[in-house]
Structure formats: structure tokens, C-alpha cells
């Protein structure tokens, strides 16, 4: 964001003059002349001002000290960012060397009689506003000074470890920002919540930890208060640049705010009516071609206007946006989210296994085999001590009997990862009680059992020639699935890599990146096999399996696998929707709608994949009849493809010649 200077007439802020470039920028207020404070290297972001108008404040991504990866060979540059301060004028010195001071009482020193210096409490009341950071009034009308002749040169970093640095912000005598943890992108919240408030003292030269849990802060424009928002959605203000009192509550010392008091009247047919004009205009704005593909979108605002005075409750709302927003013919515009009341929640209990019902006694027919490390990706059958087997009985679901008249289902309704007590019986053996913890979603339990099902079929029908991985979406966790498998079945003499029901993200150009590593040597250590070069290359052919549900970053893997001649693509015709979101725009009721912003266009085809998608090279449907027989003719043909193309194409493996021989030449006597 801009920040205005103490004096009113600078503007610093954060530009972009490359893709991979930002700098600082101050703007002269009156004349309008700029000039640039920052060189560029990386990114340079959040500049604030000292407002004692000495220094001018950033944070910047620039302390590149790469981190190797746990499981493959790969670096990366998690922790990057830190503070930086550059001096306002050329008589500055660094605010990181300490000047000598005379002895002098402190405020809150000691006196002689033993008491304390009472110290005034600051308010906990300011004029808050976007600045982000505090400008007492006293030194609003000093005039500044900026040297800008050798600014740039002028810029040192304070002494603190790089980490992940988000907002900044400065107070007299203080500078404030946030650090996030370096967290995997599949943990729980994501990140929400789990930032760290962090300050620098200049007059003690020392760091500060102020609070846990942050989502954001501002600081009032008096510098005085400091507001923040937890990940629970919660908001606390306390004295700026001071620790977070430890008392809790919403009380002045806990300085928690009882959000609860907040009472407010909405009118719904006037919010409605101010939300589809804002959804109209975020697509106006934010549609990645200005003339938003040559729809009249005043003439679709208007053709849809009418309808809100017939629209009665909240979903008949969402219905309309989607109607008005279906006009643009495009993928990616969706609306979800809103204010809605709850709706009563009774999760449902569930086993992990296939049961089915015979001569009124509920057997188990299958149990799915997942992660059993992993409770969540586990059946609950499968728990040590469990000993359940497929033609075991159930005969009781926490203590209920059950049979014909009432099923397992029936008797977990509401009882989702809870601990619950089964009655299992096995042929003449007695009954036998076990405790079991039930799931609250199978779906991770099944997509490994599938996967596993998919890798033995390819395995079993290649002779163990061929390898095969599936990726279920270009996101983390389709990133995490890639490597799980990558890593172990590319060195087969081929690959299957399977994008069927690929939900789209954003990694496919990583993962192609590693599909069309070429191997071009080896690496021979003394006591192992040889290593590729690169690492981790395929070995041999590859052959993709996509399909109708393969959506957005899935489409875009597709159409690069053949565009870069990786290998053909058996299946059906992708979904067709390229044009990517970045969900960022709230209504008034929390609700969301996305704007269709980046649309891909490839040098063969232009911009056809949208709204048609990738052809295969080899199409294969799956019939009903085949489906219900557990057949897979898609991923049949993809193996059988794979080991035609073996025998045009082998692996390349290593055919070393003799070795070096690096002996001494024997010498003629003499």
C-alpha cells in the first residue's frame, strides 16, 4: 500500500517494473516527480515511514540461502525476507549503531525513596485508518528532508534472521511486522493464524516477539494502538509496540473485543441489489480481456436486473449471479460462500469397508487397504487388534444390534470420528467386542486403495516393465501424489501418468518440468547402483491418460505433454477451461465471486483450449457395462501402448565401455 510521509508531501510505495522485480518508490505530492529509493533485485514491498522522518522502512526479498529438499534433489528459498532501513538524509547514520548517551533517570526509573516513576498508560484508543502505521501529531508539521542523491546507496538491513516477512509497519522508536512459519501447504488452516507480531527497539538494539496467532494488524495513525485480528476471526487491540498482555478476556487489560455487541439490521433485497451490482462490476474490472470477449455486459447487467425483485431467499441470489455470469462464456466464474443460516450438521459414522446384507446379517465383504499409518486414510477395521476380516459378521454398532430392519449406517448417524464399539462374529468362533474409531470422509481411504489398484493392474499386465502414478490435482496435494511415485516408478523401462479427475491448480509446469528431463548420463559410485543424470529423469516412453473431468491446470498438462512431444494421450477429450482465478474479492455477506483473469494461450493452438479442451491421440471410453465389471480400458490401452513403444524406444540404460585405466605406463628396461 502507499504510505503518505509525516509532512504529507512524499507518497512512498512498492512498484513492479519486472515480473520478478519491485522496488520503493517516493513520489514528490505537489510536482508529482519520482524518484526511486530501492535497486532493483527481487521484490521490495510494505515501505513505512519513521515519524521522526529519518528513515524510510521496507521489507524486501532478498537473502537467497537455499535449503535442500528432504526427499529428492531440489533447493529452495523458504526463508528470504526481512526488515530494511534506508536514510532520508545523507547525514544519517545506520539506526542500528547505538550513540552514546549521557546518564540520565529513565521514565519508570526508581527513585530514591524505592518508588516507581509512574509512567502514563497509553491509549488504547486511536484514529485508525490504512496507513499501517503511526504518525504522532507533534511531528506531522516538521518539514522533511530527502536527500535523494545517493539514496539507494544508503539502504541497510536489520540484524535479524531472514524468515518469511509479511506486513510492516513503524512507531516512534519502533518498527513492527509479521513472520509467518514455513508450513506444508497441506497442514490444517493453511497458515491462517500462526503469524508472529515482531519488533525492533532502536533505543535498547534489540528484537521484539509481541504476539502470537496473528492473521493481520494495523496500528492506529496516533501510533499509540495496535490492532489484530487471530485466526479465529477475533480482534484484540493493545498498546502499540508492546508485548500482548497475557491476560485474556474482553477486558481493558485482556484487550480482546467482544464482538458479540455488534448488532446490525440488514435489509436482504437492498443487500442483494448492492452485491449484484458489485459482482457485475468485479467482472467489468477484473475480466482478463477489457472488452470481456464481446459481450454487451451493460446489456447482460440490465437483461438480469429485473429478476432481483423476484428473488426470495439467498440461494435463489447465488442462482441469478450464476446466470448473469454464465453469459460470459467463459470457465472459472463462479460464486459461492454468503450468508446463509446453518444447517443442522450430523456427520455421519463410516467403517471403511464394503458390508452387504445377507440372510439378514450385515457381512463385510471388502476392506479397502489405505495408508495404515494414516488414520485418516486408514479403515477403521484395520486398527492393530481390530482383527476384522471380509465374511466376518457384525452383529452390533455401539451396542445396537443390527440386521435387516437396521443397518450399520443407520446406527453412526452422527457418530463421524468418534470411538464406537463393534460386535463381530467369524463362523463358529464366539462373538467378540472391538473398539474402532470411525471415519468422517472415505474419500482418502478409497483414492489410495484405487491408486494401489491401478499401479498392481499396470504392473501385472506389463510383466513389472511398466510404472504408474496418478495426479489428482495441479495443487499440493497433486504435487505431494506425483513425488510419492515419481520418485520409485520412473526408473521402470516406462511410465503411465495418469490425470483422469485432475481438479486444476497450478503445478503442471512443475511436474512436466521433471516429466521431460532427458537422461544423458550416469553417475557410478563404488557400493550402489548408478544414478541418472539428471536425477530422477524417466527412463524410458511415457504415456498420459486424461479424460473428461480433467479440468483447468489438468487441461493445460494435457495439452503440454503433447505439445512438447512427451508421449501420446489415451482417453477422452479434456473439460476445456484455461482461464485462471484468484479469489480474493468478498461481498458484503462474505459470499465470493471469481473473475476469470488469466487466460492461457498456446503457441499451436492459440487460445482454442478453452471451452473445447485437448484432444487425445488414442481415444478409449469406458462403457457402462465395463465400469460395472471393473474393467479400466483406458489405462489397459495406455500400458499396452507404453510396451509397443518399448520396442521402437527401449530404456536408456547405461552400456559403459571399459573402464579407465589410469596406471603408470610400464617403463623399458634399460
Known amino acids: 500500500a502507499a504510505r503518505f510521509s509525516p509532512d504529507g508531501r512524499y507518497l512512498a510505495y512498492a512498484i513492479a517494473i519486472a515480473r520478478h522485480l519491485s522496488i520503493i518508490r517516493i513520489a514528490e505530492v505537489d510536482s508529482g516527480k519520482t524518484h526511486d529509493v530501492t535497486r532493483p533485485v527481487l521484490w521490495d514491498s510494505a515501505p513505512a515511514w519513521d515519524p521522526k522522518g529519518h528513515y524510510l522502512y521496507f521489507l524486501s526479498t532478498r537473502t537467497l540461502d537455499p535449503v535442500y529438499d528432504a526427499v529428492h534433489f531440489e533447493l529452495g528459498f523458504y526463508r528470504a525476507d526481512r526488515p530494511y532501513a534506508v536514510a532520508l538524509r545523507a547525514d544519517e547514520g545506520s539506526p542500528f549503531v547505538p550513540e552514546p548517551k549521557p546518564l540520565k533517570e529513565e521514565k519508570g526509573q526508581a527513585k530514591e525513596d524505592g518508588s516507581a516513576e509512574e509512567t502514563p498508560e ?55 511486522w509479521t513472520t509467518e512459519p514455513v508450513r506444508g501447504a497441506l497442514a490444517d488452516g493453511g497458515g491462517a493464524g500462526r503469524r508472529t507480531l515482531r519488533g525492533y527497539d532502536f533505543e535498547k538494539q534489540e528484537t521484539l516477539r509481541l504476539a502470537d496467532g496473528l492473521v493481520s494488524f494495523r496500528v492506529s495513525a496516533d501510533g499509540s494502538a495496535l490492532a489484530y485480528r487471530d485466526g479465529e476471526q477475533a480482534l484484540r487491540v493493545i498498546p502499540a509496540g508492546e508485548k500482548a498482555p497475557e491476560e485474556d478476556g474482553c477486558t481493558r487489560k485482556g484487550g480482546w473485543i467482544d464482538l458479540s455487541r455488534l448488532k446490525i439490521s440488514v435489509d436482504p433485497p437492498a443487500e442483494w441489489r448492492q452485491m449484484y451490482r458489485e459482482a457485475w462490476r468485479l467482472q467489468r474490472d477484473q475480466f482478463w480481456t477489457e472488452d470481456l470477449s464481446g459481450v454487451d455486459w451493460q ?96 452383529l452390533r454398532v455401539a451396542g445396537v444390534p443390527v440386521g435387516a430392519d437396521r443397518s450399520p449406517a443407520s446406527v453412526l448417524v452422527n457418530l463421524a470420528e468418534e470411538e464406537v464399539e463393534l460386535t463381530l462374529k467369524r463362523g463358529d468362533d464366539p462373538p467378540r467386542t472391538v473398539t474402532v474409531r470411525t471415519l468422517g470422509d472415505e474419500r482418502p481411504l478409497r483414492y489410495r486403495a484405487w491408486v494401489e489398484a491401478n499401479r498392481r493392474l499396470v504392473h501385472a499386465r506389463s510383466g513389472g516393465r511398466v510404472g504408474y502414478l496418478h495426479v489428482p490435482d495441479m495443487g499440493p496435494a497433486g504435487y505431494a501424489e506425483f513425488h510419492r511415485y515419481f520418485l520409485v516408478e520412473a526408473d521402470r523401462d516406462a511410465l503411465v501418468v495418469d490425470v483422469r479427475n485432475n481438479g486444476g491448480g497450478h503445478v503442471s509446469q512443475l511436474l512436466l518440468e521433471k516429466l521431460a528431463r532427458r537422461r544423458v548420463g550416469y553417475d557410478q559410485p563404488r557400493w550402489s547402483e548408478p544414478v541418472p543424470y539428471p536425477e530422477d529423469s524417466p527412463a524410458g516412453p511415457l504415456v498420459c491418460v486424461s479424460d473428461e473431468l480433467a479440468g483447468s491446470d489438468g487441461d493445460i498438462f494435457t495439452h503440454c505433454f503433447k505439445l512438447l512431444k512427451l508421449g501420446p494421450v489415451v482417453g ?84 559403459f565401455g571399459p573402464r579407465p585405466r589410469l596406471a603408470p605406463p610400464k617403463l623399458p628396461r634399460r
Open 299 to 394: 446489456a447482460v447487467h440490465d437483461r438480469y436486473l429485473p429478476l432481483l425483485d423476484r428473488v426470495g431467499c439467498r440461494s435463489e441470489f447465488s442462482d441469478l449471479i450464476w446466470e448473469m455470469q454464465g453469459e460470459l462464456g467463459t470457465s472459472h466464474a463462479y460464486e459461492y460462500g454468503g450468508d446463509y443460516r446453518p444447517s443442522p450438521a450430523y456427520a455421519q459414522g463410516l467403517l471403511g469397508a464394503d458390508l452387504r446384507l445377507e440372510a439378514g446379517q450385515w457381512i463385510i465383504a471388502a476392506i479397502p487397504a489405505g495408508d495404515v499409518w494414516d488414520e485418516a486414510a486408514a479403515s477403521p477395521l484395520a486398527r492393530p487388534g481390530v482383527d476384522a476380516r471380509p465374511g466376518d459378521v457384525i
Open 122 to 176: 497509553a491509549p488504547l484508543a486511536g484514529d485508525g485508518g490504512e496507513t499501517g502505521e503511526g504518525t504522532p501529531e507533534s511531528s506531522a508539521a516538521a518539514p522533511l528532508r530527502i536527500d535523494f542523491q545517493g539514496i539507494a546507496d544508503r539502504v541497510v538491513a536489520f540484524p535479524v534472521p531472514p524468515a518469511r516477512c509479511v506486513e510492516l509497519a513503524a512507531i516512534e522508536g519502533k518498527v513492527l
Open 572 to 655: 477422452k477429450r479434456t473439460w476445456g477451461g484455461v482461464i485462471g482465478i484468484a479469489p480474493r474479492h468478498q461481498l458484503v455477506d462474505g459470499g465470493v465471486t471469481t473473475q476469470p483473469e488469466y487466460s492461457f494461450w498456446f503457441e499451436d493452438v492459440g487460445w482454442a483450449v478453452e471451452n473445447y479442451g485437448v484432444d487425445p491421440d488414442i481415444e478409449v471410453d469406458i462403457a457402462p457395462q465395463e465400469w460395472r465389471e471393473g474393467r479400466d480400458p483406458q489405462l489397459e490401452r495406455a500400458v499396452d501402448e507404453a510396451l509397443t513403444r518399448l520396442e521402437t524406444a527401449p530404456p536408456r540404460r547405461p552400456a
